[in-house]
């Protein structure tokens, strides 16, 4: 089993998860829960250096970061980190620990989640250190976005990134007779061709089941699902953008083109793709290893081009993705923002990260790794991490994750479900998760309003 594929193994296992954490109200109740504004802002004086020794807690859910840290560990003798994967419960591991005030100096937390914490008072502010603050202009610009708070303060600096792309089966759409759809528009018309001349061939599969793939997809949309502003959160999870592309996946249900009975990483979604059932996978960068590990018959017959666009932006989106977070109680700021930017940004570090755990880096070097640059053998020696590359630089800045994005997710995928089995929409599904977002955002005494 590569690391890679059990990484996205853990993935999946922690979305069949999201019921059960969402279900507890939330990641942890802390003090300060009913604002919206982040707390702990740290100060120069925070950000001192230790006298003496100083030894850190490092909480993640990626294989292979124990051999990563201790590269740091050596190189490092003053500054000791101490590693610990929790992806078998990630954040309820982090919750307990938070509410017990014995949370880690730093963890691993996912970008949709960092609202969430962050309005629970969950993290330190790391302005207080330059070297935060510096390492700004080394990260992908929307990564760097998401870890802030209406661009003040650093909460937490990226690590990886799931920039999206179609992966196309070449051999079926030569068959076919088909080109690579450039437009959302001409993805539609080669489902249709597709189907048509085979009923048993659909283009590829919509799991409503994943809510963070199809937030995904609005994402690529420039629909902004929330914004902060005039001290309140403004929530457009049911806005026209939104619904733009709900409505064309709700028509690509509704022709049978796509098929709805696949959940994403499954052993049902391999048998379909290795039946030569579906002609197309729209997933993320890390995803690539799915299909080489799992259908290495395939060699040879994927290529992975750019996400088809509704416009001539060319824009992109993003599914997946985390940051490392500087944690409430964190006594030693200064040696965690070192080690941080050092895990986040070091050449060497993103290298043994890339190999061990299958992370796409956040950091601009990352993109520049020989390993990212070089042609892939399953994939014809193509050099598809240029693709994700350009991807990632077309994502838009502004998208914003909400401070109940969990429930938001549960509401939204209960909903799709339904429409999946002829029961609603999917925009009436976008509606669902807007009057979620609002009701839970009222529940919290967070501020909310709809609209801009």
Known sequence: MSNTATRTRTRNRN????????????LVVLTGCSSSAPSDKATAASCTPAKGKVTLQYWNTVPGMDQVVALW??????????????????????????????????????????????SQSAFVDASGCSDAVAAKPKFVPWTWSQTTFGGTGVFALPQDTGPMALYVRSDIFKTHGLTIPKTWDEYAADAQKLHKADPNLSMTFFD?????????????????????????????????????????????????????????????????????????????????????DNLPKQAGKWTIVPMPTWGSGGASGDWGGSTVAFMKGNKHLYESVKFNTWLNTDPEALALENKLGGLYPAANAGLALPALSKGVPYYNNEKIFDVFAESSRKIDTNFAWGPTQKTVNLALQDAMAK??????????????????????????????????
């Open 73 to 118: 560990n050596k190189k490092n003798p003053n500054i000791q980190v101490q590693t610990k994967n929790i992806s078998n419960d990630q954040y309820g591991t982090l919750g307990n620990a938070l509410k017990a005030g014995k949370a880690p100096e730093l963890a691993q937390v996912g970008y949709d989640e960092l609202p969430s914490l962050r």
């Open 208 to 292: 409503p089941n994943n809510a963070e793939w199809f937030n995904g997809l609005l994402w690529q949309n420039n629909a902004e699902m929330y914004s902060y502003s005039g001290d309140k959160w403004h929530v457009t999870v049911a806005s026209d953008q939104s619904k733009q592309v709900a409505d064309y996946w709700q028509k690509l249900i509704s022709g049978k083109l796509v098929r709805t009975d696949l959940a994403n990483g499954s052993t049902q979604m391999y048998a379909a793709y290795q039946k030569n059932q579906i002609a197309t996978y729209v997933g993320a960068a890390w995803g690539y290893s799915m299909f080489r």
């Open 15 to 26: 979305r069949t998860r999201l019921a059960a954490v969402a279900a507890a109200a939330g």
């Open 419 to 452: 429409a999946a089995a002829g029961s609603g929409t999917l925009s009436d599904a976008l509606s669902a998760a807007q009057t979620s977002a609002l009701k839970s955002m009222k529940d919290q005494a967070i501020p909310a309003t709809a609209g801009k």
